[in-house]
């Protein structure tokens, strides 16, 4: 009984002292840096370019070409072993479902059967996604957990959602399921298995009319598109890409893709505002800037495009899509993309600091932890800024235990956020410590002068 009153007492006190150090629901550098990138865009002249013009082409045609190389494969780029893998990896160790039990041998076994990955590859043909979808590492929807009970491992960490695909990307079908219910999809960003019904096939007529060398990218996130007669086909998300046929009135003609009672795809013609796409790459100005990363601020932090959202690498990748710059699937990828990679692994959190501020560009920077990429925005009163999309901050308590703080959304913050939560671990939370290296998007060569900065 005393044991007892004594946890007791001792956890009122934890709970507490929690509320003096820290009763705002939403963390202090979201409270109190604005999280409007004009702002901090502001001291550049609006329409002052970042990046040398020719510079910028030369990045649109190579992310082009990575867009593109589905459609010109002649066999898969993933073997086997690349497939198989990830069956004999959650064999292994199953994992937990959405009802938090444990995943069965059997489950994994029919998974398996319907793979038939003897016969792989069975497919070699061109496809485009008519819907927005996910690249799995295994043939199901079903989550695969490694936890339920620790921060970090539980939802929203999903195992097999390795990334989503946007709406209308071309992608190269390997393979086909037993039950003909899901396709393995190579797509320029990357592989998994698809839902079948997410993906048409195409013919050289519609490759040809697609690939058209002539790009419109959405620059406001999920705007709705439509048919000539009106009717709603999707949402396309911020960085999606499209044919444009011409500069309409107050707006461009692009084509769309959907799928008809064979599966094939077809075009549409659409009509979309100037205020919701652009001809591709899109100028990079301080003022398109500002307008492309404010559609991303507060977006829902959402693990490999889980429910539609975006997690860190996949927003890094959609703020730099309309401006034509490829960024790889993850962190650690995306990482080492660019002009150049800055190690800063032995220096001190002092050090990181001063490189960052010396040699960053704001805004064409990437700050890397493993696990964690960030866009670095310049400094304000002298300290780094970055914006980035941020599950939580990690949190011990007094006896230890490992807790986590959810942002849960996209965020401009200090190198440091969170740290005025009582129990911030600042070993693992302390982005400064922790980053690891830095990467300048553009060569120093092809950036452009910047009047006023």
Not at 143 to 151: A, E, L
Not at 170 to 199: K, L, M, N, Q, S
Not at 211 to 221: N, T
Not at 290 to 318: F, Q
Request: hydrophobic fraction near 40%.
């Amino acid at each position: 009984m005393k044991e007892r009153c004594l946890a007791v007492i001792f956890g009122l006190l934890i709970f507490l002292l929690s509320g003096c150090f820290s009763s705002h629901q939403t963390i202090r550098d979201i409270r109190e840096l604005k999280q409007d990138h004009t702002f901090y865009l502001g001291r550049m002249a609006p329409d002052a370019l970042r990046i040398d013009p020719g510079e910028q082409e030369s990045m649109d045609r190579q992310y082009n070409s990575l867009y593109f190389s589905p459609w010109h494969r002649e066999k898969p780029a993933c073997s086997l072993e690349d497939v198989a893998v990830e069956f004999r990896k959650y064999g292994q160790n199953r994992g937990y479902g959405e009802n938090g039990r444990k995943h069965s041998r059997q489950w994994m076994k029919k998974m398996t059967e319907n793979a038939r990955l003897d016969a792989y590859p069975d497919r070699g043909y061109p496809a485009i996604t008519i819907r927005p979808t996910a690249l799995r590492a295994l043939p199901t929807q079903r989550p695969h957990f490694s936890t339920f009970n620790r921060g970090g491992r539980g939802y929203p960490f999903d195992n097999l959602q390795v990334s989503a695909v946007t709406v209308n990307t071309p992608v190269y079908i390997a393979h086909v399921t037993r039950d003909r219910a899901w396709v393995f999809a190579e797509a320029g960003v990357y592989f998994g298995w698809v839902p079948a019904g997410d993906v048409a096939l195409v013919d050289d007529g519609f490759m040809r009319s697609w690939e058209s060398g002539r790009y419109a990218v959405v620059i406001r996130d999920k705007t709705p598109l439509y048919d000539a007669r009106g009717r709603f086909l999707f949402r396309a998300p911020l960085g999606a890409i499209f044919p444009k046929v011409r500069d309409g009135e107050g707006g461009l003609d692009i084509l769309a893709a959907v799928s008809n009672e064979n599966r094939r795809a077809i075009l549409k013609d659409v009509s979309v505002s100037r205020s919701s796409a652009a001809p591709k790459p899109l100028g990079m100005t301080a003022e398109n800037m500002a307008a492309i990363a404010n559609e991303l601020v507060n977006e829902p932090y959402g693990w490999g495009g889980l429910h539609g959202n975006r997690d860190c690498s996949a927003m890094a990748r959609d703020l730099f899509a309309p401006f034509g710059i490829w960024l790889p699937r993850n962190s650690a990828h995306q990482a080492k993309q660019g002009g150049s990679f800055i190690d800063l692994s032995d220096l001190s959190a002092d050090e990181k600091e001063g490189v960052i501020l010396a040699q960053g560009v704001p805004y064409l920077t990437l700050l890397w932890r493993p696990g964690h990429i960030m866009l670095y925005i310049g400094s304000y009163e002298g300290e780094p800024l970055v914006f980035h999309n941020m599950w939580g901050i990690s949190t011990r308590d007094l006896l230890g235990r490992r807790g986590r703080r959810i942002v849960g959304h996209a965020a401009i913050t200090t190198l440091h956020p969170g740290r005025e939560l009582f129990g911030y671990d600042a070993a693992s939370a302390d982005l400064k410590k922790n980053i690891i290296g830095m990467t300048l998007l553009v060569r120093p060569s092809g950036l452009a002068a910047m009047p006023g900065s």
